[in-house]
């Protein structure tokens, strides 16, 4: 399989690595870096065709990827599927848990 990553380059102390793609029109920056969940990448086109904009872009994706995590924030926007898959799962552990019982 060809690879389509081209002027690769790591940012962010090598924890985010922006490229070129050579399979698209416009040859814009993109970056990617390791799913923190271990599935994969997370991937962002960064939509300028200039380096050191990218840079800077994959630096402030790099700061809000990890305020999404501290806060414990989906990292990726979900489909409505995948949201209800997320709520009948949590209703149904909500269910097995049984009615909230408060005192001491």
């Given at each position: 399989?060809?690879?389509?990553?081209?002027?690769?380059?790591?940012?962010?102390?090598?924890?985010?690595?922006?490229?070129?793609?050579?399979?698209?029109?416009?040859?814009?920056?993109?970056?990617?870096?390791?799913?923190?969940?271990?599935?994969?990448?997370?991937?962002?086109?960064l939509?300028?065709?200039?380096?050191?904009?990218?840079?800077?872009?994959?630096?402030?994706?790099?700061?809000?990827?990890?305020?999404?995590?501290?806060?414990?924030?989906?990292?990726?926007?979900?489909?409505?599927?995948?949201?209800?898959?997320?709520?009948?799962?949590?209703?149904?552990?909500?269910?097995?848990?049984?009615?909230?019982q408060?005192?001491?």
């Amino acid at each position: 399989m060809k690879q389509h990553r081209v002027n690769l380059t790591a940012v962010c102390n090598g924890k985010v690595e922006i490229y070129n793609r050579t399979d698209t029109k416009r040859a814009v920056w993109h970056a990617r870096m390791n799913n923190p969940d271990g599935k994969g990448y997370l991937v962002k086109p960064l939509g300028t065709l200039v380096k050191h904009e990218a840079v800077e872009l994959a630096y402030d994706w790099h700061r809000d990827i990890n305020n999404k995590l501290k806060n414990n924030l989906a990292l990726n926007n979900r489909r409505v599927s995948q949201m209800c898959k997320i709520y009948l799962h949590q209703l149904e552990n909500s269910v097995k848990r049984g009615p909230f019982q408060s005192g001491s």
